[in-house]
């Protein structure tokens, strides 16, 4: 089992920055990819960016240039730097884990970006 604890979620204005953390604990596997997905009310969850054990990351188009993940392997922990928020950003983000053929998520945290 993995458990996820995330923080850094909250209000921001337009044009704004918040970061958002996400510490795994329990059976961590060396070799796994952690990422941020975020859901909107009455839309599907999606990726927002996605980085693997050696680094490697994967944005969606709506968020590059925008945000940077990056994580801290020794403390088990992905961060997801938010800079030039949008409204449309204002979802609930959650942590997602996947390592030893299984996938774990955070509870999610709340964004909100007023205009």
């Known amino acids: 089992q993995v458990q996820l604890v995330e923080s850094g979620g909250g209000l921001a204005q337009a044009g704004g920055s918040l970061r958002l953390s996400c510490a795994a604990s329990?059976?961590?596997?060396?070799?796994?990819?952690m990422g941020w997905y975020r859901q909107a009310p009455g839309n599907q969850r999606e990726l927002v960016a996605s980085i693997t054990s050696s680094s490697t990351t994967n944005y969606a188009d709506s968020v590059k240039g925008r945000f940077t993940i990056s994580r801290d392997n020794a403390k088990n922990t992905v961060y997801l730097q938010m800079n030039s928020l949008k409204p449309e950003d204002t979802a609930v983000y959650f942590c997602?884990?996947?390592?030893?053929?299984?996938?774990?998520w955070g509870q999610g945290t709340q964004v909100t970006v007023s205009s």
């Open positions: 997602n884990y996947k390592g030893g053929f299984s996938t774990y």
């Open positions: 329990g059976s961590i596997f060396r070799i796994a990819v």
